[in-house]
């Protein structure tokens, strides 16, 4: 159950920030979404963040550690495209890495 990708007029700039994200996203709704081996969690699309059992938390885990660091933001931005939220138990986690990738640590 896919839900369909949002339009350009679905991002609208508040000027809050240092660098406008507006860009970023209108390059979201024009470009497909990338996949990363990761097709099986779009049964999880429209699920609340809080509502994985610990199994269904631990195939996040799986990708999650098998993703490139440096691709981890990516793989963050592809679930939120296709609406799956993260779990709750990972969202630390994947932010953890994701910071290593900016600060330029591991690959």
Known sequence: MR???PSP???ICCGQHAVC???LLMKAV???IDYFDDEELDRFSGREADSYNEDEEEEFR???YTTLTREVPDW???LQLRG???PTGLRDEALMLAEERNEGGVQ
């Open 3 to 5: 839900q369909d990708k």
């Open 9 to 11: 007029e679905d991002f």
């Open 21 to 23: 994200e507006k860009e």
């Open 30 to 32: 024009t470009e497909p």
């Open 62 to 64: 799986e990708v999650l």
């Open 76 to 78: 963050l931005r592809s």
């Open 84 to 86: 799956i939220e993260l």
